[in-house]
């Protein structure tokens, strides 16, 4: 316990001084609690046994895992937060902008990530997949966090740079589904596990057909994630009400609290995970409060717990992800170095061949390509995911003249480096011209 607390409490220290150092130099406090990551790992030989973050949490050590769980509460406090906050009706009016982005930049990286592996460093195709999936990914967390920083998350461009990331993370999610088609052996979502283990029939499917079931069902998963959400829609404005009436902020706070747990936790029982399910209960939150007064109070609260106590794990353990030396390895330098161009001209180039189906001009777009360059939290997901595809692809040469550590610490790498280079650039384009994200 005195460990934990220690070692809890250093933390958040390091994160409050890098967050403070950077807001005073007039950067983002988002890329202070990343290095704040970055920094603990160097002492991770003094804080987990193992020496490494990644290594301590596949030894299951209990304070690694705390972090790691402190990160994930956080993702989700975030975006929980980030739903409540979103102007809805601003949003409705972007939709076909939201739509057309979001498929671009999604696709560009991949398609460009997949031939940069296999065309020039000779990777199988596995390996090709798996770089380009990591690389159509945005992290909706970070890029929040910056929005909100700048008070520019319900600008219009703001409102863009949200919903096409959430579409993005919905393409995450078959990504990492098409990965689960490659390594069988790797554990389905909880639905799937559910009805492979108690009906025959999906027991015979799952054995015919392996991981290509598990990629049928997700259509029906987010089905009955569109249900479920239309049924809470429902109920919640209800629950709320009843809680109101006692007027005790308490009760009111943990019922907000509970029912976004409880939305998160059905979308990861489907298999869409919690970053959607998040998201979601915070817009169905928002729905469900008639009293705008209410909700702005209950917004403030929620922000306070969340960006003072939760939030600043999710980005340490980004930068606890992050292996400098990795950055050091001769070999990895053309490798990282390729990967990282891929990543950035992927997502503008994507935003910007959206532009003859959006209303937007060519600055605006530029900057949303910026935005959507912001990885992190699913990237790294997908990476440790598909962690042990590599290894095996790289004992049969998958991996062409590299091992599967150095492709994975080039896809974490990458994913650190886009998500620190936004906000710069966020700040940059805003001072330069004041009116870009209207």
Same mark, same amino acid.
């Given at each position: 316990?005195?460990?934990?607390?220690?070692?809890?409490?250093?933390?958040? *220290? &390091?994160?409050?001084? @890098?967050?403070?150092?950077?807001?005073?130099?007039?950067?983002?406090?988002?890329?202070?609690?990343?290095?704040?990551?970055?920094?603990?790992?160097?002492?991770?030989?003094?804080?987990?046994?193992?020496?490494? #973050?990644?290594?301590?949490?596949?030894?299951?050590?209990?304070?690694?895992?705390?972090?790691?769980?402190?990160?994930?509460?956080?993702?989700?406090?975030?975006?929980?937060?980030?739903?409540?906050?979103?102007?809805?009706?601003?949003?409705?009016?972007?939709?076909?902008?939201?739509? /057309?982005?979001?498929?671009? $930049?999604?696709? %560009?990286?991949?398609?460009?990530?997949?031939?940069?592996?296999?065309?020039?460093?000779?990777?199988?195709?596995?390996?090709?997949?798996?770089?380009?999936?990591?690389?159509?990914? %945005? /992290?909706?967390? %970070?890029?929040? @966090?910056?929005?909100?920083?700048?008070?520019?998350?319900?600008?219009?461009?703001?409102?863009?740079?949200? +919903?096409?990331? $959430?579409?993005?993370?919905?393409?995450?999610?078959?990504?990492?589904?098409?990965?689960?088609?490659?390594?069988?052996?790797?554990?389905?979502?909880?639905? $799937?596990?559910?009805?492979?283990?108690?009906?025959?029939?999906?027991?015979?499917?799952?054995?015919?057909?392996?991981?290509?079931?598990?990629? @049928?069902?997700?259509?029906?998963?987010?089905?009955?994630?569109?249900?479920?959400?239309?049924?809470?829609?429902? =109920?919640?404005?209800?629950? &709320?009400?009843?809680?109101?009436?006692?007027?005790?902020? &308490?009760?009111? #706070?943990?019922?907000?609290?509970?029912?976004?747990?409880? =939305?998160?936790?059905?979308?990861?029982?489907? +298999?869409?995970?919690?970053?959607?399910?998040?998201?979601?209960? +915070?817009?169905?939150?928002?729905? /469900?409060?008639?009293?705008?007064?209410?909700?702005?109070?209950?917004?403030?609260?929620?922000?306070?717990?969340?960006?003072?106590?939760?939030?600043?794990?999710?980005?340490?353990?980004?930068? *606890?992800? #992050?292996?400098?030396?990795?950055?050091?390895?001769?070999?990895?330098?053309? *490798?990282?170095?390729?990967?990282?161009?891929? /990543?950035?001209?992927?997502?503008?180039? +994507?935003?910007?061949?959206?532009?003859?189906?959006?209303?937007?001009?060519?600055?605006?777009?530029?900057?949303?390509?910026?935005?959507?360059?912001?990885?992190?939290?699913?990237?790294?997901?997908?990476?440790?995911?598909?962690?042990?595809?590599?290894?095996?692809?790289?004992?049969?040469?998958?991996?062409?003249?590299?091992?599967?550590?150095?492709?994975?610490?080039?896809?974490?790498?990458?994913?650190?480096?886009?998500?620190?280079?936004?906000?710069?650039?966020?700040?940059?384009?805003?001072?330069?011209?004041?009116?870009?994200?209207?």
């Amino acid at each position: 316990m005195d460990e934990f607390l220690i070692i809890f409490t250093l933390c958040l *220290l &390091v994160s409050f001084l @890098m967050s403070e150092i950077f807001y005073r130099l007039k950067y983002p406090r988002v890329v202070g609690l990343i290095f704040a990551g970055i920094i603990l790992g160097f002492f991770a030989d003094f804080i987990f046994p193992w020496g490494n #973050f990644l290594e301590a949490i596949e030894m299951e050590d209990p304070i690694a895992l705390i972090i790691k769980g402190f990160g994930d509460l956080g993702i989700i406090f975030l975006l929980i937060l980030v739903g409540l906050e979103i102007n809805l009706k601003k949003l409705r009016g972007v939709s076909r902008d939201v739509g /057309a982005i979001g498929i671009f $930049a999604s696709f %560009t990286p991949f398609i460009l990530g997949f031939f940069l592996m296999k065309l020039f460093f000779g990777s199988s195709d596995t390996v090709a997949f798996i770089v380009g999936a990591c690389l159509s990914i %945005t /992290a909706e967390g %970070t890029k929040s @966090m910056v929005l909100m920083e700048e008070g520019k998350l319900n600008s219009k461009v703001g409102e863009i740079m949200l +919903g096409a990331g $959430a579409i993005d993370d919905v393409l995450g999610v078959i990504f990492l589904s098409s990965i689960l088609i490659l390594a069988p052996g790797i554990e389905p979502s909880h639905l $799937a596990s559910f009805l492979i283990q108690n009906v025959s029939l999906f027991q015979g499917l799952n054995q015919s057909m392996g991981g290509l079931f598990q990629l @049928m069902l997700l259509p029906i998963e987010f089905i009955i994630f569109i249900i479920l959400s239309y049924l809470l829609f429902k =109920i919640i404005p209800g629950v &709320v009400e009843y809680i109101q009436k006692e007027r005790s902020e &308490v009760s009111e #706070f943990m019922t907000i609290i509970i029912l976004g747990l409880s =939305i998160a936790i059905i979308s990861e029982f489907l +298999g869409l995970g919690t970053i959607l399910g998040a998201l979601m209960a +915070g817009i169905i939150m928002q729905l /469900a409060i008639k009293d705008r007064r209410e909700e702005h109070k209950m917004v403030n609260d929620l922000k306070i717990v969340s960006l003072g106590l939760i939030v600043p794990f999710f980005f340490l353990s980004i930068g *606890l992800h #992050f292996d400098v030396n990795s950055l050091f390895i001769k070999e990895n330098h053309l *490798l990282l170095f390729s990967v990282l161009v891929i /990543a950035i001209v992927g997502k503008l180039m +994507g935003s910007l061949l959206a532009k003859p189906l959006t209303d937007l001009n060519f600055k605006q777009l530029y900057l949303i390509g910026w935005g959507m360059n912001s990885r992190g939290a699913i990237e790294l997901v997908i990476a440790s995911v598909a962690l042990p595809l590599l290894i095996n692809e790289c004992e049969i040469g998958g991996c062409g003249i590299h091992c599967a550590t150095d492709v994975f610490s080039v896809i974490v790498a990458v994913a650190i480096l886009t998500t620190i280079i936004f906000p710069l650039f966020l700040r940059y384009e805003i001072k330069k011209y004041p009116g870009i994200m209207d």
